[in-house]
Protein backbone atom coordinates (compact mmCIF):
# COMPACT_ATOMS: atom_id res chain seq x y z
CA UNK A 1 0.00 0.00 0.00
CA UNK A 2 1.88 3.35 -0.96
CA UNK A 3 -0.77 5.45 1.04
CA UNK A 4 -1.01 6.11 4.96
CA UNK A 5 -3.85 7.68 6.78
CA UNK A 6 -2.93 10.50 9.04
CA UNK A 7 -5.79 11.83 10.04
CA UNK A 8 -9.84 11.95 9.62
CA UNK A 9 -8.95 13.79 6.51
CA UNK A 10 -5.25 13.72 5.50
CA UNK A 11 -3.51 11.18 4.09
CA UNK A 12 0.26 10.60 3.04
CA UNK A 13 1.53 9.19 -0.21
CA UNK A 14 4.90 8.17 -0.53
CA UNK A 15 6.63 9.49 -3.98
CA UNK A 16 10.21 9.06 -2.99
CA UNK A 17 12.29 7.99 -5.64
CA UNK A 18 12.40 4.38 -6.52
CA UNK A 19 15.07 2.63 -4.39
CA UNK A 20 14.38 5.71 -1.57
CA UNK A 21 11.04 4.85 -0.04
CA UNK A 22 9.98 7.10 3.09
CA UNK A 23 11.96 9.72 1.52
CA UNK A 24 9.17 11.97 0.29
CA UNK A 25 5.33 12.70 1.44
CA UNK A 26 2.58 13.97 -0.53
CA UNK A 27 0.19 15.30 1.37
CA UNK A 28 -3.85 14.27 0.43
CA UNK A 29 -6.55 16.59 2.36
CA UNK A 30 -9.94 15.34 1.54
CA UNK A 31 -12.84 17.47 1.99
CA UNK A 32 -16.37 16.98 3.46
CA UNK A 33 -17.65 16.67 -0.43
CA UNK A 34 -14.60 14.75 -1.49
CA UNK A 35 -13.45 17.63 -2.74
CA UNK A 36 -9.40 17.15 -2.89
CA UNK A 37 -5.89 19.08 -2.34
CA UNK A 38 -2.51 17.66 -2.91
CA UNK A 39 -0.15 19.46 -1.05
CA UNK A 40 3.33 18.85 -2.44
CA UNK A 41 3.07 16.04 -5.59
CA UNK A 42 6.73 15.28 -5.66
CA UNK A 43 9.37 14.77 -8.51
CA UNK A 44 8.82 14.17 -11.69
CA UNK A 45 9.78 10.81 -11.92
CA UNK A 46 7.69 10.20 -8.85
CA UNK A 47 4.24 11.51 -10.71
CA UNK A 48 2.71 7.42 -11.75
CA UNK A 49 3.55 6.75 -8.15
CA UNK A 50 0.97 10.19 -6.77
CA UNK A 51 -1.38 9.32 -9.07
CA UNK A 52 -1.63 5.19 -8.57
CA UNK A 53 -1.37 6.03 -4.39
CA UNK A 54 -4.37 8.46 -5.36
CA UNK A 55 -6.23 5.54 -7.42
CA UNK A 56 -5.60 3.30 -4.41
CA UNK A 57 -7.47 5.21 -2.02
CA UNK A 58 -10.40 5.70 -4.45
CA UNK A 59 -10.19 9.18 -5.54
CA UNK A 60 -11.98 10.26 -8.30
CA UNK A 61 -9.80 12.72 -10.58
CA UNK A 62 -12.54 15.20 -11.39
CA UNK A 63 -12.23 15.81 -7.36
CA UNK A 64 -9.03 16.84 -7.07
CA UNK A 65 -9.23 20.30 -7.34
CA UNK A 66 -5.86 21.95 -6.00
CA UNK A 67 -2.29 21.26 -6.45
CA UNK A 68 -0.41 23.27 -3.44
CA UNK A 69 3.17 23.60 -3.87
CA UNK A 70 5.40 24.86 -0.61
CA UNK A 71 8.35 25.54 -3.14
CA UNK A 72 9.35 24.41 -6.30
CA UNK A 73 12.64 22.47 -6.01
CA UNK A 74 12.71 18.69 -7.50
CA UNK A 75 11.77 16.86 -4.99
CA UNK A 76 8.57 18.64 -3.90
CA UNK A 77 7.15 20.72 -7.08
CA UNK A 78 9.27 19.07 -9.86
CA UNK A 79 5.97 16.35 -10.98
CA UNK A 80 3.28 19.13 -10.65
CA UNK A 81 2.49 20.27 -14.12
CA UNK A 82 2.85 16.12 -15.09
CA UNK A 83 0.30 15.89 -12.49
CA UNK A 84 -1.95 18.46 -13.33
CA UNK A 85 -2.24 17.28 -16.93
CA UNK A 86 -2.62 13.72 -16.06
CA UNK A 87 -5.56 15.12 -13.97
CA UNK A 88 -6.92 17.20 -15.99
CA UNK A 89 -9.04 20.01 -14.17
CA UNK A 90 -7.07 20.88 -10.79
CA UNK A 91 -5.19 24.03 -10.63
CA UNK A 92 -1.57 24.43 -9.85
CA UNK A 93 -0.67 27.12 -6.86
CA UNK A 94 2.76 28.52 -5.93
CA UNK A 95 4.24 31.72 -5.10
CA UNK A 96 4.73 34.09 -7.51
CA UNK A 97 8.35 33.62 -7.65
CA UNK A 98 8.13 30.23 -8.35
CA UNK A 99 5.03 31.08 -11.25
CA UNK A 100 7.25 31.52 -14.21
CA UNK A 101 9.33 28.26 -13.59
CA UNK A 102 6.09 26.06 -12.84
CA UNK A 103 5.00 27.04 -16.55
CA UNK A 104 8.63 26.79 -18.17
CA UNK A 105 11.18 24.96 -16.04
CA UNK A 106 14.45 25.78 -17.72
CA UNK A 107 16.03 27.39 -16.04
CA UNK A 108 14.74 25.72 -12.56
CA UNK A 109 16.22 22.34 -14.16
CA UNK A 110 20.00 23.66 -15.34
CA UNK A 111 20.01 25.49 -12.10
CA UNK A 112 19.07 21.68 -9.80
CA UNK A 113 21.52 20.05 -12.50
CA UNK A 114 24.22 21.93 -11.18
CA UNK A 115 23.26 22.00 -7.81
CA UNK A 116 22.58 18.61 -7.44
CA UNK A 117 23.90 16.46 -9.97
CA UNK A 118 23.55 12.89 -10.35
CA UNK A 119 20.11 13.61 -7.86
CA UNK A 120 18.10 15.52 -10.44
CA UNK A 121 18.33 12.90 -12.76
CA UNK A 122 16.76 10.79 -9.93
CA UNK A 123 14.57 13.18 -9.42
CA UNK A 124 13.34 13.73 -13.39
CA UNK A 125 13.21 16.65 -15.82
CA UNK A 126 10.15 18.77 -14.73
CA UNK A 127 7.57 19.00 -17.54
CA UNK A 128 6.68 22.48 -19.13
CA UNK A 129 3.50 23.65 -17.54
CA UNK A 130 1.46 25.07 -21.01
CA UNK A 131 -2.25 24.48 -20.80
CA UNK A 132 -2.71 24.41 -17.26
CA UNK A 133 -4.00 26.52 -14.70
CA UNK A 134 -1.41 28.30 -12.46
CA UNK A 135 -2.40 30.72 -9.71
CA UNK A 136 -0.35 32.58 -7.32
CA UNK A 137 -0.46 32.79 -3.54
CA UNK A 138 0.47 35.36 -1.40
CA UNK A 139 0.98 35.29 2.33
CA UNK A 140 -2.25 35.34 4.16
CA UNK A 141 -4.00 33.75 1.28
CA UNK A 142 -6.59 31.23 1.72
CA UNK A 143 -8.00 28.31 -0.46
CA UNK A 144 -10.85 26.47 0.44
CA UNK A 145 -11.79 22.86 -0.28
CA UNK A 146 -15.29 22.42 0.94
CA UNK A 147 -15.34 24.80 3.37
CA UNK A 148 -12.14 23.64 4.99
CA UNK A 149 -9.61 26.20 4.78
CA UNK A 150 -6.12 26.41 3.88
CA UNK A 151 -4.07 29.16 4.83
CA UNK A 152 -0.92 30.31 3.44
CA UNK A 153 2.13 31.73 5.32
CA UNK A 154 5.27 32.55 3.53
CA UNK A 155 7.78 30.92 5.01
CA UNK A 156 11.30 32.29 3.30
CA UNK A 157 14.64 30.73 4.30
CA UNK A 158 15.14 27.67 3.04
CA UNK A 159 14.00 29.67 -0.18
CA UNK A 160 12.84 33.12 -0.81
CA UNK A 161 10.01 31.84 -2.41
CA UNK A 162 8.85 29.41 0.31
CA UNK A 163 5.12 28.64 1.82
CA UNK A 164 3.80 26.37 4.29
CA UNK A 165 -0.20 25.42 4.58
CA UNK A 166 -2.00 25.82 8.00
CA UNK A 167 -5.28 24.75 8.23
CA UNK A 168 -7.15 25.36 11.58
CA UNK A 169 -10.03 23.07 10.26
CA UNK A 170 -7.60 20.27 10.62
CA UNK A 171 -5.26 21.94 13.32
CA UNK A 172 -2.51 20.66 11.22
CA UNK A 173 0.67 22.82 9.58
CA UNK A 174 1.90 21.37 6.26
CA UNK A 175 5.87 22.65 6.88
CA UNK A 176 6.99 22.05 3.43
CA UNK A 177 11.02 22.24 4.49
CA UNK A 178 10.57 25.70 6.42
CA UNK A 179 11.43 23.63 9.58
CA UNK A 180 14.23 20.79 8.39
CA UNK A 181 13.57 17.51 7.78
CA UNK A 182 12.14 14.90 10.19
CA UNK A 183 12.75 11.07 10.44
CA UNK A 184 10.06 9.92 11.93
CA UNK A 185 11.22 6.32 13.58
CA UNK A 186 13.86 7.64 15.67
CA UNK A 187 12.19 11.05 16.32
CA UNK A 188 15.29 13.63 14.64
CA UNK A 189 15.23 16.66 12.94
CA UNK A 190 17.50 18.16 10.90
CA UNK A 191 17.64 21.44 8.98
CA UNK A 192 17.81 21.98 5.09
CA UNK A 193 19.18 25.20 3.97
CA UNK A 194 20.70 24.79 0.17
CA UNK A 195 22.03 28.35 -0.96
CA UNK A 196 21.12 31.08 -0.97
CA UNK A 197 20.06 29.96 2.56
CA UNK A 198 19.16 33.12 4.70
CA UNK A 199 19.34 32.64 8.47
CA UNK A 200 17.43 35.47 9.48
CA UNK A 201 14.64 34.52 7.83
CA UNK A 202 14.66 31.41 8.47
CA UNK A 203 14.97 31.75 12.08
CA UNK A 204 12.15 34.21 11.50
CA UNK A 205 9.59 31.83 9.32
CA UNK A 206 10.06 29.34 12.75
CA UNK A 207 8.78 32.03 14.93
CA UNK A 208 5.65 32.18 12.78
CA UNK A 209 5.29 28.18 12.68
CA UNK A 210 5.50 28.07 16.50
CA UNK A 211 3.20 30.82 17.52
CA UNK A 212 0.79 28.94 15.46
CA UNK A 213 1.05 25.61 18.14
CA UNK A 214 -0.63 23.36 15.41
CA UNK A 215 -1.74 19.75 16.68
CA UNK A 216 0.31 18.40 14.32
CA UNK A 217 2.91 19.37 11.85
CA UNK A 218 3.58 17.53 8.36
CA UNK A 219 6.89 17.35 6.67
CA UNK A 220 7.43 16.42 3.12
CA UNK A 221 10.49 14.65 4.62
CA UNK A 222 9.73 12.11 6.07
CA UNK A 223 6.41 12.23 8.29
CA UNK A 224 4.11 13.88 10.90
CA UNK A 225 4.75 14.65 14.37
CA UNK A 226 2.10 15.03 16.72
CA UNK A 227 2.44 18.59 18.92
CA UNK A 228 4.54 21.60 18.22
CA UNK A 229 7.45 21.58 19.74
CA UNK A 230 9.27 19.73 17.03
CA UNK A 231 8.96 22.95 15.52
CA UNK A 232 10.74 24.54 19.19
CA UNK A 233 13.19 21.74 18.33
CA UNK A 234 14.41 22.63 15.22
CA UNK A 235 14.49 26.51 16.38
CA UNK A 236 17.00 25.49 18.48
CA UNK A 237 18.95 23.24 16.59
CA UNK A 238 19.31 26.00 13.18
CA UNK A 239 20.99 28.56 15.69
CA UNK A 240 23.57 26.18 17.07
CA UNK A 241 24.24 24.61 13.49
CA UNK A 242 24.45 28.36 12.86
CA UNK A 243 27.04 29.46 15.52
CA UNK A 244 29.15 26.28 14.33
CA UNK A 245 29.04 27.79 11.00
CA UNK A 246 29.98 31.36 11.89
CA UNK A 247 32.91 29.86 13.97
CA UNK A 248 34.38 28.08 10.94
CA UNK A 249 32.41 24.45 10.70
CA UNK A 250 32.54 23.74 6.96
CA UNK A 251 31.91 19.59 7.29
CA UNK A 252 28.85 17.80 8.24
CA UNK A 253 31.22 15.84 10.84
CA UNK A 254 31.85 19.29 13.11
CA UNK A 255 28.33 19.74 13.08
CA UNK A 256 27.44 16.10 14.10
CA UNK A 257 30.02 16.84 17.16
CA UNK A 258 26.98 18.20 18.84
CA UNK A 259 24.56 15.58 17.13
CA UNK A 260 25.23 12.27 18.21
CA UNK A 261 21.45 10.87 17.82
CA UNK A 262 21.89 12.22 14.18
CA UNK A 263 25.19 10.73 13.51
CA UNK A 264 23.92 7.42 14.78
CA UNK A 265 21.16 7.01 12.29
CA UNK A 266 23.17 8.21 9.20
CA UNK A 267 25.47 5.98 10.10
CA UNK A 268 23.04 2.89 10.84
CA UNK A 269 22.70 0.42 7.71
CA UNK A 270 19.67 -0.52 5.93
CA UNK A 271 19.13 1.84 3.71
CA UNK A 272 19.52 1.84 -0.34
CA UNK A 273 22.45 3.27 -1.96
CA UNK A 274 20.11 5.82 -3.88
CA UNK A 275 18.70 6.96 -0.82
CA UNK A 276 22.20 7.18 0.88
CA UNK A 277 22.82 8.96 -1.74
CA UNK A 278 20.01 11.46 -2.15
CA UNK A 279 19.96 12.07 1.85
CA UNK A 280 23.67 12.58 1.55
CA UNK A 281 23.52 15.38 -1.29
CA UNK A 282 20.98 17.13 0.82
CA UNK A 283 23.53 17.23 3.90
CA UNK A 284 26.09 18.33 1.60
CA UNK A 285 24.24 21.38 0.14
CA UNK A 286 23.09 22.63 3.86
CA UNK A 287 26.52 22.24 5.03
CA UNK A 288 27.28 24.61 1.73
CA UNK A 289 24.20 26.82 2.53
CA UNK A 290 24.97 27.68 6.16
CA UNK A 291 28.50 28.32 5.06
CA UNK A 292 27.84 30.49 2.77
CA UNK A 293 25.57 32.55 4.17
CA UNK A 294 27.80 32.71 7.69
CA UNK A 295 30.78 33.92 5.18
CA UNK A 296 27.70 36.84 3.50
CA UNK A 297 26.92 38.26 7.06
CA UNK A 298 30.87 38.11 8.65
CA UNK A 299 32.58 40.05 5.44
CA UNK A 300 29.77 42.42 5.15
CA UNK A 301 29.76 45.73 7.34
CA UNK A 302 26.51 46.57 6.57
CA UNK A 303 24.80 42.94 8.03
CA UNK A 304 22.30 43.77 11.08
CA UNK A 305 23.27 42.11 13.81
CA UNK A 306 22.68 38.03 14.50
CA UNK A 307 20.00 37.42 16.12
CA UNK A 308 20.47 33.73 18.64
CA UNK A 309 17.52 34.49 20.75
Request: glycine content about 10%; overall charge negative; aromatic content about 6%.
Amino acid sequence: MSWHRISRDVYSIEVGPQGCEGYIQSYIVIGPEQGVAIIDPGPRNSAERLLNGLRELGVDFKNVKHIILTHIHLDHGGGAATVAKRIGNATVYVHPVGYRHVIDPSKLWAASREVLGRVAEIYGEPERGEGIMVRELHDGSEILLDGVRLKVIHTPGHASHHLSIYSEDLDMLFAGDAAGIYVPPEDLIYPTTPPPFRYQQYLESLDKMIQIKPEAVAFPHMGVRIGSSILEKARSQIIAWFELALRGAESLDEILKIEANLKKYLEKGGRSDMCREVEGKNLEITIKGLREEALRISSSPTQPGIRFS
